[in-house]
């Protein structure tokens, strides 16, 4: 069964306008932690933001947010004052905790591919 | 720059061919993964090692061997290559199997013909 589902495969934002890229995951697990990555076109994976599952805040690293919605099991992304260099494909990805036979395993979404236009 | 260093770039493969794909990090991590990524399918998670000594299936091992040579490398062997494994091979590691992140080598974009 899909852990982790990215319902928009594609998105088009307008330059200095925020964003919000979906995510929901499933888990039974108590402790779990979820990730965001930006890959562009060149290919690497770059690390955006982390939420512990017992984070009472919702994480913000810059310009990127985590919505973070425990009890809808839905962590999305929010970019704000897009740019152009925000164009990439994003990927949502989980950690579950030891209870789960996935513990230590990354596990990821299809991806949202994000095209900033000027 | 420390991280995670993966050879080579790219590669093209005749249908049976075998080739090893390497993969070192320098972070004094204990774990280490071999993802694939194919378009609209995200990454999928080949083979772990989750410590030095251990390895184990992911979720597509079929067809490949992984050998964690020590701490540092980690190496993805291709036997008999086929043209569905034509895609980009992802290394990376962690500091342990908790919820931490994971740092990505560049990639390898292997085309099987």
């Known amino acids: 069964a899909q852990k982790i589902t990215q319902t928009q495969p594609g998105m088009f934002v307008q330059e200095k306008e925020a964003v919000t890229l979906d995510c929901t995951y499933d888990?039974?697990?108590?402790?779990?932690?979820l990730f965001w990555y930006k890959q562009p076109s060149s290919g690497e994976m770059i690390f955006l933001i982390y939420?512990?599952?017992?984070?009472?805040q919702n994480a913000t690293e810059g310009r990127y947010s985590l919505n973070f919605q425990k009890a809808r099991k839905s962590a999305n992304l929010v970019i704000s004052a897009s740019q152009l260099g925000d164009s990439a494909m994003y990927f949502c990805?989980?950690?579950?905790?030891?209870?789960?036979?996935?513990?230590?395993?990354?596990?990821f979404g299809a991806g949202t591919q994000v095209v900033v236009t000027p | 720059n420390a991280g995670v260093t993966q050879t080579p770039k790219f590669q093209v493969l005749k249908t049976g061919q075998s080739m090893t794909l390497q993969c070192a990090q320098d972070?004094?991590?204990?774990?280490m993964y071999w993802y694939r990524q194919d378009p609209g399918m995200g990454l999928r998670l080949i083979y772990y090692?989750?410590?030095?000594?251990?390895?184990d299936k992911g979720e597509v091992p079929n067809g490949y061997n992984v050998s964690r040579l020590n701490k540092r490398e980690f190496s993805l062997r291709l036997e008999s290559a086929a043209p569905s494994q034509t895609s980009v091979y992802f290394c990376?590691?962690?500091?342990?199997?908790?919820?931490?992140?994971?740092?990505f080598g560049s990639g390898t974009r292997l085309t099987v013909v």
């Open positions: 990376a590691s962690s500091r342990g199997q908790g919820v931490y992140g994971y740092t």
């Open positions: 888990t039974s697990d108590q402790s779990y932690g």
């Open positions: 939420q512990g599952s017992y984070d009472e």
């Open positions: 990805a989980m950690r579950e905790g030891l209870l789960s036979d996935s513990w230590g395993k990354l596990q």
């Open positions: 972070m004094n991590h204990n774990s």
């Open positions: 090692s989750a410590s030095e000594g251990t390895t």
